[in-house]
């Protein structure tokens, strides 16, 4: 009883939608609209959905195929070379101005720590050789382990945001 409740359910999910109805010209003159095909003379009437625009069906490709299938209206062909040449601007801005500024941040974060870093050596090494030098070298140090840290976590999302947009350009073809 369940095995035949369930191939009746999944023959009728296999089937899809019927979109097609067919009108049928019967021996008489009589005109039928039906689902099933004719049994004598008739002919197949498409069906759109209510907006008038038919679903577009997507052609199946093989892997090999270098060449896109080619539009079907001229609409399609207008948005095929819209998309081609966004992706065109997309690329150039990434080659031109997004990874070489993403490179130029990188660069110009690591010279600001460095610098900072320099400085508070420069200043630890004029601490005293006392107590109260000892305490503010002791301090100098903590505010060095705390920029090395901040340093190091802006690097990893700066290194993060030039490799995403180094990969979306070589995924686009460029940034050899």
Known sequence: MYQTVFLTALLA???GPAWAINKCTGADGKVVFQDAPCSGKGEVLRVRPGSGHEPVP???QSPAADVPAKPRTEAQRIEALIAA??????LQELEVRLVPDAQGAIDAHRAQCDGQMKALQVKKYSASNNLAGATWEGSISGEMTAIATRCDTRNRE???DYDALRKECQAAGGCK
């Open 85 to 90: 040449s966004q992706g065109k601007r997309r």
């Open 58 to 60: 997507q052609v199946a």
């Open 158 to 160: 700066l290194k993060d």
């Open 13 to 15: 999910a296999l089937c």
